[in-house]
Protein backbone atom coordinates (compact mmCIF):
# COMPACT_ATOMS: atom_id res chain seq x y z
CA UNK A 1 0.00 0.00 0.00
CA UNK A 2 1.13 3.41 -0.98
CA UNK A 3 1.63 6.10 0.87
CA UNK A 4 -0.98 8.22 -0.87
CA UNK A 5 -3.36 5.65 0.17
CA UNK A 6 -3.00 5.33 3.90
CA UNK A 7 -3.00 9.55 3.66
CA UNK A 8 -6.02 8.62 2.01
CA UNK A 9 -8.02 6.62 4.33
CA UNK A 10 -6.60 8.19 7.51
CA UNK A 11 -8.41 11.49 5.98
CA UNK A 12 -11.56 9.63 4.89
CA UNK A 13 -11.67 8.06 8.92
CA UNK A 14 -10.69 11.79 10.16
CA UNK A 15 -13.90 13.41 7.57
CA UNK A 16 -16.28 10.41 8.95
CA UNK A 17 -15.55 11.31 12.37
CA UNK A 18 -16.08 14.68 11.91
CA UNK A 19 -19.24 14.18 10.14
CA UNK A 20 -20.83 11.97 13.44
CA UNK A 21 -19.43 14.96 15.57
CA UNK A 22 -21.65 17.53 13.60
CA UNK A 23 -24.49 15.07 13.95
CA UNK A 24 -24.19 14.98 17.09
CA UNK A 25 -24.04 18.85 17.76
CA UNK A 26 -26.97 18.82 15.52
CA UNK A 27 -28.91 17.10 17.78
CA UNK A 28 -28.16 18.79 21.17
CA UNK A 29 -28.14 22.41 19.45
CA UNK A 30 -32.36 20.82 18.51
CA UNK A 31 -32.72 19.50 22.08
CA UNK A 32 -31.52 22.99 23.49
CA UNK A 33 -33.98 24.85 21.35
CA UNK A 34 -37.18 22.57 21.87
CA UNK A 35 -35.88 22.93 25.60
CA UNK A 36 -35.83 26.96 24.94
CA UNK A 37 -39.89 26.59 24.21
CA UNK A 38 -41.06 24.79 26.68
CA UNK A 39 -39.16 26.86 28.88
CA UNK A 40 -40.77 29.93 27.38
CA UNK A 41 -44.27 27.99 27.49
CA UNK A 42 -44.61 27.15 30.56
CA UNK A 43 -43.27 30.96 32.17
CA UNK A 44 -46.21 31.75 29.73
CA UNK A 45 -48.25 29.32 31.79
CA UNK A 46 -47.19 30.26 34.70
CA UNK A 47 -47.64 33.89 34.44
CA UNK A 48 -51.50 33.53 32.80
CA UNK A 49 -52.89 31.85 35.65
CA UNK A 50 -50.86 33.76 38.09
CA UNK A 51 -52.25 36.86 36.61
CA UNK A 52 -55.81 35.31 36.65
CA UNK A 53 -55.83 34.24 40.73
CA UNK A 54 -53.95 37.33 41.71
CA UNK A 55 -55.46 40.03 39.67
CA UNK A 56 -58.90 37.82 38.94
CA UNK A 57 -60.48 38.57 42.79
CA UNK A 58 -61.17 42.31 42.06
CA UNK A 59 -64.07 43.37 40.68
CA UNK A 60 -63.02 43.05 37.02
CA UNK A 61 -62.41 39.75 36.82
CA UNK A 62 -63.19 39.05 33.60
CA UNK A 63 -59.80 41.25 32.20
CA UNK A 64 -57.87 39.01 34.20
CA UNK A 65 -59.49 35.74 32.71
CA UNK A 66 -58.89 36.70 29.28
CA UNK A 67 -54.91 37.71 30.02
CA UNK A 68 -54.51 34.20 31.26
CA UNK A 69 -56.06 32.80 28.68
CA UNK A 70 -54.14 34.63 25.75
CA UNK A 71 -50.91 33.65 28.15
CA UNK A 72 -51.79 29.98 28.33
CA UNK A 73 -52.77 29.69 24.35
CA UNK A 74 -49.51 31.29 23.62
CA UNK A 75 -47.96 28.45 25.98
CA UNK A 76 -49.75 25.90 24.25
CA UNK A 77 -48.59 27.60 20.89
CA UNK A 78 -44.82 27.31 22.26
CA UNK A 79 -45.22 23.76 23.06
CA UNK A 80 -45.98 22.99 19.83
CA UNK A 81 -43.48 25.21 17.96
CA UNK A 82 -41.23 23.30 20.03
CA UNK A 83 -41.95 20.03 19.16
CA UNK A 84 -42.83 21.13 15.13
CA UNK A 85 -39.61 22.48 15.02
CA UNK A 86 -37.34 19.82 17.05
CA UNK A 87 -39.40 16.33 14.88
CA UNK A 88 -38.90 18.41 11.77
CA UNK A 89 -34.58 18.51 12.51
CA UNK A 90 -34.87 14.96 13.62
CA UNK A 91 -36.52 14.03 10.35
CA UNK A 92 -34.00 15.44 8.49
CA UNK A 93 -31.19 14.17 10.79
CA UNK A 94 -32.92 10.94 10.34
CA UNK A 95 -32.70 10.94 6.71
CA UNK A 96 -29.09 11.97 6.70
CA UNK A 97 -27.66 10.20 9.04
CA UNK A 98 -29.13 7.54 9.87
CA UNK A 99 -30.61 6.37 13.84
CA UNK A 100 -31.59 9.11 15.46
CA UNK A 101 -32.22 9.28 19.22
CA UNK A 102 -35.69 9.15 20.95
CA UNK A 103 -38.15 10.99 19.45
CA UNK A 104 -41.26 9.63 21.56
CA UNK A 105 -39.36 10.99 24.75
CA UNK A 106 -40.45 14.72 23.23
CA UNK A 107 -43.62 14.14 21.73
CA UNK A 108 -44.79 12.47 25.39
CA UNK A 109 -43.82 15.45 27.03
CA UNK A 110 -45.07 17.88 24.94
CA UNK A 111 -48.32 15.79 24.76
CA UNK A 112 -48.41 16.06 28.63
CA UNK A 113 -46.99 19.46 28.70
CA UNK A 114 -50.65 20.81 26.39
CA UNK A 115 -52.55 18.50 28.68
CA UNK A 116 -51.22 20.68 31.70
CA UNK A 117 -52.09 24.12 29.81
CA UNK A 118 -55.68 23.07 29.17
CA UNK A 119 -56.31 21.90 32.56
CA UNK A 120 -55.18 25.28 33.62
CA UNK A 121 -58.15 26.58 31.21
CA UNK A 122 -60.58 24.26 33.44
CA UNK A 123 -58.53 26.09 36.60
CA UNK A 124 -59.41 29.40 35.51
CA UNK A 125 -62.77 28.69 34.65
CA UNK A 126 -63.54 27.32 37.67
CA UNK A 127 -62.96 30.17 39.86
Not at 46 to 72: D, K, N
Request: aromatic share 6%; charged share 15%.
Amino acid sequence: MSRSDETRKGGEALACKRTDLAVERTVLASERTLSAWIRTGLAAMAAGLGIARLLGSGTATWPARIVGIILILVAIGCFGIGAWRYLQAQGDLKAQAGGIQHIWMAVVLVTSLVASALLSFLILFQS
